[in-house]
């Protein structure tokens, strides 16, 4: 049929946002878009019970030192980078980057003591001391994956302006103080 494409508006109390990097913000105003460009590691309902997002599995270590993820295997990030165990590392590794200026995401990683690369999509996350929270932590928005491809290639202040994650809206433009323009991916 020759149906019109299917326009959602919504609005927003405040027209301040300054980043849309889901490893910077911490404010609830940008993560209502961020939820919508990028995808979750682990997926949480309203009742905190835990669902697969972009990791088909995960498990704790008995000792609380570490986490495994078996990755899904049928996903890109919005401009065709894979998503893989090589970008979930990246991801945990620019959140301790000072120069990223992390705000939320690196409490969430705190005890963060490495990653070590399974294979292409297994990954193993290693803390520093026992962390019961790497579960609630990795279905938080701000541990969002990123496009590593776009955040290397544009820098931290032009990604923050120009997001590129793997959820179920790609992003287009963002006209400071007034819109966001997102289309289906």
Request: aromatic fraction near 12%; glycine fraction near 6%; proline fraction near 7%.
């Amino acid at each position: 049929q020759n149906r019109p494409p299917l326009t959602i508006t919504w609005g927003e109390d405040d027209n301040a946002a300054r980043t849309f990097d889901p490893r910077v913000t911490q404010s609830r105003h940008e993560s209502q878009l961020i939820v919508q460009v990028f995808d979750t590691l682990i997926g949480s309902d309203e009742n905190a019970a835990y669902f697969p997002g972009l990791a088909e599995r995960w498990e704790m270590a008995p000792d609380g030192l570490s986490i495994t993820f078996w990755l899904r295997k049928d996903v890109t990030f919005h401009d065709g980078t894979p998503f893989n165990a090589e970008a979930v590392k990246f991801n945990l590794q620019s959140i301790r980057d000072p120069k990223l200026g992390s705000q939320a995401a690196i409490d969430l990683l705190d005890p963060y003591a490495g990653s070590d690369i399974i294979d292409a999509y297994t990954i193993r996350v290693r803390y520093s001391r026992p962390y019961a929270a790497a579960i609630a932590s990795f279905s938080q928005n701000e541990l969002s994956p990123v496009s590593p491809t776009a955040a290397e290639k544009l820098g931290n202040e032009a990604f923050a302006a120009a997001p590129v994650g793997a959820g179920p809206f790609r992003f287009v433009s963002w006209e400071r103080g007034r819109q966001v323009v997102l289309e289906r991916f």
